[in-house]
């Protein structure tokens, strides 16, 4: 037994927590990074292709707003809060942002169960954990929450 509870206590330590989040944060960082790089022009960053208006105009036809708002919203959130994450940076704020993200597409693209638990429910599981838990050690949050306080002690 005792065994068993240095090997869970190591497991369940500073360091492997944040090895956890680290892989998190690049796991839904990559979820959304491949999406937005369907949505732009190959050899560009920010350029949408134009044929994104037309799938969101035809395919995506329920989301609440216009496709005029809706395309650039989708393309820059994809291509920001990735790199948020794997900087690990504001990491809460950006994985809440890509939890909104993925509840819209549940709610008003793909509402079926099978999309929810295909896709939806892993977007939604990573970013409640990088929400809950913050970034980890290995972060910038992590970084900068440690310089701010030396600064004001």
């Known amino acids: 037994m005792n065994l068993w509870q ?13 090895i956890a989040q680290l892989f998190a944060r690049i796991a839904l960082a990559g979820i959304f990074w491949r999406s ?21 105009e035809n395919e995506f036809s329920g989301l609440p707003i216009p496709t005029d ?15 948020l994450l794997v900087l690990g940076l504001f990491t809460r704020f950006s994985a809440l942002a890509l939890m909104g993200m993925a509840v819209v597409i549940q709610l ?5 169960a099978a999309h929810f638990f295909g896709w939806a429910i892993t977007v939604l599981a990573l970013g409640a954990f990088l929400v ?22």
């Open 69 to 83: 708002l809706a395309v650039p919203l989708a393309t820059y959130s994809e291509f920001l809060f990735p790199i």
């Open 36 to 56: 937005y790089k369907t949505k732009v022009v190959d050899g560009t960053w920010l350029q949408i292709d134009e044929t994104q208006y037309f799938i969101f």
């Open 132 to 153: 809950s838990r913050g970034g980890g050690l290995i972060s910038l949050d992590a970084i900068l929450g440690r310089i701010t306080a030396s600064k004001a002690g």
């Open 108 to 112: 008003f693209v793909f509402p079926d």
């Open 6 to 18: 240095r090997l869970t206590g190591i497991l369940s330590g500073t360091i492997a927590e944040s």
